[in-house]
C-alpha cells in the first residue's frame, strides 16, 4: 500500500508540474494490481477531485479553434474507449499501457514534435487518438505531447489549452464512466486511500514549476519528469 500510494505521490508532481503525464506512472502499477476496469476510473476521480475544478478556470481563456475540434474527436471515440475497456480482456489492456508508456518515453528522448501546421481535420484526429487512448487506459498524452508542444504559441498559450481540454474532456469521461456503472462502490473506496497522496503531489509539482521558463516547459520534463500536465501560474493549494 504504502509503494502504490509513493508511486501515486510521483504521478501527482508530475501532472502538477507540466499539466499532463500522472497516468504514465499510475497507471500501469495500479491497473497490474487492481485491473483496467477499477484503475482507470480510479484515475479519473483522481482528476475529478483535483485537477479538473483547476482546469475549468482555463476554459474562458482558451483558444477554442484549438480546442473544440479535439475536444470534438475525442468525444467521437469515447464510446468505443469505453467499450473495449469493457470487453478487452485485462492482458491486452495491461499491453496497451505499456505500449502508450514506450511510446511517450521515445518520444520524449527523441525531442520530436509535430511542426506543421494545424488544422481542424488533423486536431480532431488527434483527439480522437488521445480520447481512445484515454478511455481504454487513461493514459492520453502521447498525441497530445507531440502535437501541441511543437506549436509556436508561448506556453501559457499551450498551457491553458491543455488545461482547458483537459477539464472538458475529463469531466464527459466521468460522466460516461458513472453511467456504464464503471463507478463502483470499489473503485470509490481505492480512490478515497489514494487520492490524497495524488493531491499532494499535484500540489507539490505545481510549486515547483514555479521560475520554469519558457524552454524548460518544453523541454525539462523530456529530461526530468518524463512527462505530465499543468501551471504557468500558481495552482491554488485547494487544487
Not at 484549438?66 to 475525442?74: D, E
Request: net charge positive.
Amino acid at each position: 500500500m504504502l509503494f502504490r500510494s509513493a508511486i501515486t505521490l510521483v504521478a501527482g508532481v508530475v501532472r502538477g508540474y507540466s499539466g499532463f503525464g500522472g497516468a504514465l506512472i499510475v497507471m500501469p502499477i495500479m491497473a497490474m494490481v487492481f485491473g483496467p476496469t477499477i484503475a482507470v476510473p480510479m484515475f479519473y476521480l483522481f482528476d475529478l477531485g483535483s485537477a479538473t475544478p483547476y482546469g475549468y478556470r482555463h476554459v474562458p481563456q482558451c483558444k477554442w479553434g484549438q480546442v473544440l475540434p479535439m475536444l470534438v474527436g475525442h468525444l467521437t471515440a469515447l464510446p468505443l474507449g469505453i467499450y473495449l475497456l469493457k470487453n478487452l480482456a485485462p492482458e491486452a489492456v495491461r499491453w496497451g499501457m505499456e505500449f502508450a508508456v514506450v511510446a511517450m518515453l521515445v518520444l520524449l528522448v527523441s525531442g520530436w514534435r509535430y511542426t506543421g501546421r494545424t488544422n481542424p481535420p488533423l486536431t480532431v484526429a488527434v483527439g480522437a487518438s488521445a480520447g481512445l487512448m484515454g478511455a481504454i487506459s487513461g493514459i492520453s498524452a502521447p498525441p497530445i505531447v507531440a502535437y501541441w508542444l511543437g506549436q509556436k504559441e508561448n506556453s501559457a498559450a499551450i498551457r491553458t489549452n491543455i488545461m482547458a481540454y483537459y477539464a472538458l474532456s475529463s469531466t464527459v469521461m466521468d460522466v460516461a464512466l458513472w453511467y456504464e456503472g464503471l463507478f463502483t462502490r470499489q473503485v470509490l473506496v481505492y480512490a478515497l486511500i489514494f487520492w490524497p497522496a495524488y493531491a499532494a503531489g499535484l500540489w507539490g509539482g505545481a510549486r515547483l514549476f514555479q521560475g520554469t521558463s519558457e524552454r524548460a516547459f518544453r523541454d525539462r520534463k523530456s529530461t526530468r519528469l518524463n512527462s505530465s500536465h499543468i501551471p504557468l501560474s500558481r495552482m491554488p493549494s485547494s487544487a
